[in-house]
């Protein structure tokens, strides 16, 4: 398997532009999380999912972000409109039913101007 | 989830021991210590978890007090690949959250 895959490794974007962040995860695995990464605040969990479902949103930081997984490979990560202070890197993380280990992706560097 | 507590940083010689301690007093009875480790410009990546008993694996070894207050993650032969951010995590297994907290970590710097 090739591991959790994200797209796009990097993006540059402008405030006020819609950002999309993508997901694939191992198959099989049945748990998806979102995390985001700042020197300011660390490694934050934004939402995680069980079988598709959204299952706590409670760290999604607002309204102008909003997560979906349509189906078990896929699931993205969505900022509209983005802003400088959502600049950050972005992992996705994804684990077998209620095995210890969470598999995270390379993670996408987001940088907005 | 109880919080847990590590150095900010700190230095081991190349194919020496390095020991990595972590101090969760608040811990309960049923909540595991688990350690990741992210190594820079990666995301983190699972290393060995335990309850009170010490364990071992082909990555290292971790050793729980008998009160499990606190803990010690051991590379037996640190490497210039094993230069890291280590994170220390507390949280129980099974139970309705899933969460992953992550705090701050130690950065080991393996020195040549």
């Known amino acids: 398997d090739a591991g959790v895959i994200q797209s796009p490794r990097h993006e540059v974007t402008e405030m006020g532009q819609e950002v999309t962040l993508r997901c694939k995860p191992i198959s099989g695995h049945d748990y998806l999380f979102w995390y985001r990464q700042t020197m300011m605040r660390g490694l934050e969990l934004l939402i995680y999912f069980n079988n598709n479902v959204p299952i706590d949103d409670s760290g999604m930081p607002e309204d102008r972000f909003s997560a979906k997984m349509p189906n078990a490979s896929f699931s993205t990560l969505k900022i509209q409109p983005s802003e400088p202070r959502d600049s950050a890197v972005y992992f996705c993380?994804?684990?077998?039913?209620?095995?210890?280990?969470?598999?995270f992706g390379p993670g996408t560097r987001l940088t907005v101007l | 989830d109880a919080k847990t507590t590590q150095p900010p940083s700190m230095d081991c010689a190349e194919g020496r021991a390095a020991n990595l301690p972590c101090n969760h007093s608040t811990i309960s009875g049923n909540e595991y210590v688990y350690w990741y480790r992210q190594i820079h410009s990666q995301g983190p990546q699972y290393i060995i978890h335990?309850?009170?008993n010490n364990e071992t694996n082909e990555m290292a070894s971790l050793i729980i007090t008998e009160d499990r207050k606190s803990s010690t993650l051991i590379l037996p032969h640190a490497t210039l690949r094993d230069t890291a951010v280590y994170y220390c995590?507390?949280?129980?297994?099974?139970?309705?959250?899933?969460?992953?907290?992550f705090g701050t970590g130690t950065l080991l710097a393996v020195q040549p």
């Open positions: 993380a994804t684990r077998e039913g209620l095995l210890i280990e969470q598999f």
């Open positions: 335990g309850l009170k």
């Open positions: 995590i507390v949280r129980v297994e099974g139970g309705a959250t899933n969460k992953l907290i």
